[in-house]
């Protein structure tokens, strides 16, 4: 029953399950408290024992206050000792439950001896009685002010007793006395009540600080991961690499020499067109699963763009060795991926740079393993090639070229160069297709394949366009008007409506109508936007221009596409006339071309024609618009003359 009591105590006191901070705030809290609590209580009894002694009978005064002494000092240092323990949840509940259940049985027992002593003495002792019962009641409540199931119990267990024996004792003074502790008590009760709520709360909030904290702290951790990781692969991004690679470049072993190479996925783009984008993240992802277990964690691996993998590798300076990483490279990746909708073939290419020969700031040696994958790219797709001395000439050379063609509009160095396209039949010029030469006083002719190449990275393309455009109409007003222009566009110039604006302009300015240009656009250009592209061809020939197909055969030559494209004319690749006469394929190719051409009721001209017996097979097969070194090479405007204006 009296179990009972006290866990019904408990229950009320506290309203509901505590937290386990809140548990553990209260535990050590009494760590601190109940040492202090049990020293208040000894000097308090013993002060009570020393007024009575040789009133009360001894063993009241001596040796059951001894024993009493002796509880409070073990209980004392036993709490001492708790300072330098750890404590489980479980634990600490249990001597919090053993505190609450102490404190009324040392209360009872310290209660029942003081009453005892009461009958002893006079007035004055019996009033230090009242007092002692008091003050330590009040001290021990204080004491536990954070615990109110202490508090509860001991204004129970003791305050009860209290009210009612002095009460009953009748004596004013007592009765007084008895009414003010009850007053007195019970406004301690109400402050340890509101005590506790307001140190649950703190508690409370700061477990919720805590727990806001450990939630930013794991939000900071999985940004600082997104940040710095490949959300599709889980490789190192390109912010992660250049981060790893500028550290590596700081540390004190940086002399050793180590590689960074650069790895281009080639034909990855027909994946996503033909199998989807999910497909290709599968490959991507595939790709990476490869790369790792090839370079078995002994290399900073990273997918730093699209379908481009970047690596950073501790290597001696072994040019052999590197070329046979790269060769295990590419070979792994020209093993076919199984998807769900078939086997995927692609390959990659690899270049290397290594360090420090090739540069000793990350800037620099990712540029050069750029442009060592860019050689491989070109050259040799598929293969891996190493930045050298020689590849430091080109780029020399080029910056030459870039730091030229700043000034090359401005000092009118391009010049346009003339190849007529005539009637294989008669040798009558039909048109001119303008090509763009560069003869600069130092460096000599620079190809257009060099020049155009570094205009697009400078930006430049535009006004060398709108530049060699307006010279090409020029030349235009002064020939025939059954003679056309044919003028090469840059997938810059297709895919900018501004820029087509502006060539309809010059246009306007010289009066010349549209129906006398040609634009020539490579199937290459047209495919890297297949719609827009398309778009664009089919309103220029609503203005009125003629749109010409050029190189047909060196790209995609897929008919899958070709219905789709607006075009007047079709421009077969010079790759077909070169062996015509020994080549089958080559004839049966480029008649299959002409059959189409005649089909879709367009145009066909045949581009490097360089001999008599080209043009006569070229003619039996029914091609009659030609172009080619065996009627003109490129020209100066100045070259071709006409008799009538």
């Known amino acids: 029953m009296f179990i009972k009591t006290i866990k019904s105590i408990y229950k009320l006191a506290y309203g509901g399950e505590r937290s386990s901070q809140i548990v553990f705030a209260q535990f050590n809290e009494l760590i601190k408290k109940v040492p202090l609590l049990y020293s208040i209580l000894l000097v308090n009894s013993l002060s009570l024992a020393y007024t009575h002694y040789g009133v009360a009978p001894d063993y009241l005064t001596i040796y059951v206050a001894a024993l009493l002494s002796i509880g409070c000092i073990s209980r004392a240092i036993r709490w001492y000792g708790f300072r330098h323990h750890e404590f489980t949840l479980k634990q600490a509940k249990h001597q919090i439950r053993m505190t609450v259940l102490f404190a009324i049985l040392m209360s009872l027992f310290f209660s029942a001896w003081s009453y005892t002593l009461y009958q002893y003495g006079d007035f004055a002792l019996q009033t230090h009685v009242i007092y002692y019962i008091s003050i330590t009641v009040i001290g021990i409540i204080v004491c536990l002010i954070h615990l109110p199931a202490a508090a509860w119990s001991i204004s129970f267990a003791v305050g009860l007793p209290f009210v009612a024996f002095f009460v009953y004792s009748g004596h004013p003074v007592f009765v007084a006395i008895a009414t003010n502790f009850t007053l007195v008590v019970f406004v301690l009760v109400m402050i340890t009540q509101s005590y506790y709520r307001a140190f649950s709360s703190v508690i409370n909030a700061k477990q919720q600080l805590e727990q806001q904290h450990r939630h930013t702290k794991n939000l900071n951790i999985q940004n600082e991961l997104l940040a710095n990781q490949d959300g599709l692969t889980k490789l190192a991004n390109r912010r992660s690499f250049a981060t790893f690679l500028n550290q590596k470049l700081l540390e004190k072993l940086s002399h050793k020499n180590f590689i960074v190479g650069l790895i281009d996925l080639d034909g990855f783009k027909p994946v996503n067109d033909i199998h989807g984008h999910a497909a290709g993240d599968r490959v991507l992802t595939e790709v990476s699963h490869r790369l790792k277990k090839l370079l078995n964690n002994e290399a900073m691996l990273a997918r730093i763009g699209g379908d481009e993998f970047a690596i950073v590798l501790d290597f001696a300076n072994d040019h052999d060795q590197i070329q046979k990483l790269g060769k295990k490279i590419t070979e792994a990746l020209q093993v076919p991926f199984k998807m769900r909708t078939g086997l995927v073939q692609i390959s990659g290419s690899c270049g290397f740079a290594i360090y420090p020969d090739a540069g000793n700031t990350a800037e620099k040696l990712m540029d050069r393993a750029d442009f060592a994958l860019y050689e491989a790219k070109n050259n040799a ?262 008799d009538e204006p």
């Open 381 to 642: 797709r598929g293969s891996s090639i190493i930045f050298s001395e020689k590849h430091e000439q080109i780029i020399r050379k080029k910056s030459l070229i870039e730091l030229a063609l700043g000034q090359s509009v401005k000092k009118q160095q391009i010049k346009i160069y003339y190849q007529p396209i005539v009637d294989g039949q008669n040798g009558e010029i039909l048109g001119f297709e303008s090509l763009a030469r560069w003869f600069h006083p130092e460096l000599g002719q620079i190809s257009p394949e060099q020049f155009i190449v570094t205009a697009e990275k400078m930006g430049m393309v535009t006004e060398i366009t709108l530049y060699l455009f307006e010279q090409a109409i020029q030349d235009l007003k002064a020939w025939p008007e059954r003679i056309y222009l044919s003028f090469n566009l840059s997938v810059h110039d297709v895919i900018n409506r501004a820029t087509l604006a502006q060539l309809g302009s010059i246009l306007d300015k010289y009066q010349i109508p549209t129906n006398r240009v040609q634009f020539e656009i490579t199937e290459t250009t047209m495919m890297s936007d297949l719609e827009h592209c398309s778009n664009i061809t089919k309103e220029l020939q609503q203005q009125g221009f003629l749109i010409a197909l050029d190189d047909f055969g060196s790209g995609y030559s897929s008919l899958s596409y070709i219905h789709k494209l607006a075009f007047d004319t079709l421009k077969i690749d010079r790759s077909f006339v070169q062996n015509i006469q020994q080549d089958a394929r080559s004839r049966g190719v480029v008649k299959t071309i002409l059959e189409l051409c005649s089909s879709f009721e367009v145009r066909c001209t045949v581009e490097g024609v360089e001999s008599k017996e080209q043009k006569d097979l070229l003619l039996e097969l029914g091609c009659r618009n030609m172009q080619g070194y065996h009627f003109y090479r490129p020209a100066p405007f100045e070259y071709f003359k006409f």
